[in-house]
């Protein structure tokens, strides 16, 4: 099986680059694309409700943990950047770039990407997401309580109530399937791989 090792196609450009990112190599089969290609979605909405809170005035908000020298709007951004890069690392576990390292890397491109250095990692993002969104998270809001055990503040989107908690709830929810996709899609590139061995 031959397997294309250039992550940038000849031509260049924009295009190009999406192209080389986002062609699944041959033998990933239909739904095991579908599950990778939506990860990057399950991960859209709450960052577009995370950037959507840098049009609100903050000057009596709260910034909570975030150190004096990190402004909540940089930490905004930065959160919502980081996780939405991270999400479509799910997309190179069916993508050329996920089983041959691009050219363009210094010093490594061009060499194959072993199995574990892309399967271990994955394996333990999906129990990590899965351990946070899908019960951590769920059992925290059934509880009415954050993430280190507080009571929720009342101003707090989920106990706003009306649209504002329906928006919140819309945007957020997605985050649940994040860790069983990239579960799904990781023991699928692993059995994948292991077969091309």
């Given at each position: 099986m031959s397997l294309h090792t250039d992550a940038r196609p000849a031509g260049g450009g924009v295009r190009a680059a999406?192209?080389?990112a986002h062609t699944p190599v041959a033998g990933v089969p239909?739904?095991?694309?579908?599950?990778a290609f939506?990860?990057?979605?399950?991960v859209l909405p709450s960052g577009l409700w995370r950037l959507g809170l840098l049009f609100v005035d903050h000057s009596s908000a709260?910034?909570?943990?975030?150190?004096?020298?990190l402004p909540l709007e940089?930490?905004?951004v930065l959160l919502s950047v980081v996780?939405?890069?991270l999400a479509f690392t799910a997309v190179g576990l069916v993508a050329a770039w996920g089983e041959v390292l691009p050219r363009w890397i210094p010093v490594l491109g061009g060499r194959r990407v072993p199995v574990a250095a892309a399967g271990v990692p994955a394996a333990l993002g999906a129990v990590a997401l899965t351990a946070l969104w899908t019960?951590?998270?769920?059992l925290t809001q059934l509880a009415g309580t954050t993430l280190q055990g507080d009571p929720v503040p009342a101003d707090f989107p989920s106990e706003v109530g009306g649209w504002t908690a329906l928006w919140f709830y819309v945007c957020?929810?997605?985050?649940v399937l994040w860790g069983p996709l990239l579960g799904v899609v990781t023991v699928a590139y692993w059995r994948r791989r292991r077969r091309m061995s």
């Open positions: 999406w192209k080389a239909r739904w095991v694309r579908i599950c939506a990860i990057p979605f399950t709260d910034s909570g943990q975030l150190p004096d020298w940089v930490y905004v996780s939405e890069l019960v951590l998270a769920a957020y929810a997605p985050l």
